[in-house]
């Protein structure tokens, strides 16, 4: 899960133990918020949480104030610690989430999905890694290149949007051999094998494009600087 720094969020978290839910013991239920660094933030450690008999999950609010990213990364790991009592027992769940800045790209995983032709059931958003892909684009095309890029509102934007979009198709494809061979019919599912050569084409596709939208990026820059490196005034008397 990704929250937009310097927004607040409302996190869900079930209280389950070995896949079965439980209800906290009455009084018992506290939380605490860490940081990248995994120290407790100020303000929110140890907090107690109202729970019934038949409380099965938790609500955790978690302020803006705690997310901000430190200038020297690109994004932060918080991490929710819930401590409670079952049948007297000490219990600890632990929920782990990024801050990340807000996305210059237009790329969703409905994109993602549009592309491999997958429906939503087989690869929740969740799944789906945009921040990773965005951040190998990056380090592919170089952080001025795409950024001049993705911000040009011209073809250079869309070519940038298509670079983080194919990356994000060519990550989640080694695992859609798996999803895409499983189909639902009456409520039961049930395996069919996928023909490997679509699968195949599919990530070639995507290559191409990725290649296509590199290239209309990297040789468009490098044309353009070294037309500029080039180019000298000429004297009017010596030539």
Do not use: C
Request: charged share 25%; net charge negative.
């Amino acid at each position: 899960m990704d929250v937009i720094a310097g927004t607040p969020t409302a996190l869900i978290i079930p209280f389950i133990i070995g896949n079965q839910p439980v209800a906290p013991d009455v009084g018992s239920v506290t939380y605490t918020l860490k940081d990248q660094l995994g120290s407790p933030m100020v303000g929110l450690t140890d907090i107690p949480y109202v729970t019934t008999p038949t409380t099965y999950q938790m609500q955790v609010l978690v302020p803006s104030s705690a997310h901000s990213i430190d200038p020297a990364r690109r994004f932060e790991r918080r991490g929710v610690v819930v401590n409670f009592k079952l049948n007297g027992e000490e219990v600890q769940l632990t929920r782990s989430y990024r801050v990340v800045p807000e996305p210059t790209h237009t790329v969703t995983p409905a994109d993602v999905r549009a592309f491999i032709g997958i429906e939503e059931h087989e690869l929740p958003d969740s799944d789906i890694d945009i921040l990773s892909a965005f951040l190998l684009v990056e380090k592919d095309v170089g952080a001025t290149e795409l950024a001049a890029a993705i911000t040009s509102g011209t073809t250079a934007e869309l070519s940038a949007n298509t670079l983080v979009r194919m990356r994000a198709v060519l990550d989640v494809l080694p695992s859609a051999k798996q999803r895409m061979a499983q189909s639902e019919k009456n409520g039961v599912k049930e395996f069919s094998r996928v023909d490997l050569k679509e699968l195949d084409k599919l990530k070639k596709d995507a290559e191409d494009r990725y290649q296509e939208a590199y290239d209309d990026i990297v040789v468009t820059t490098e044309t353009t600087v070294s037309l500029f490196l080039v180019t000298s005034n000429t004297d009017a008397i010596t030539g």
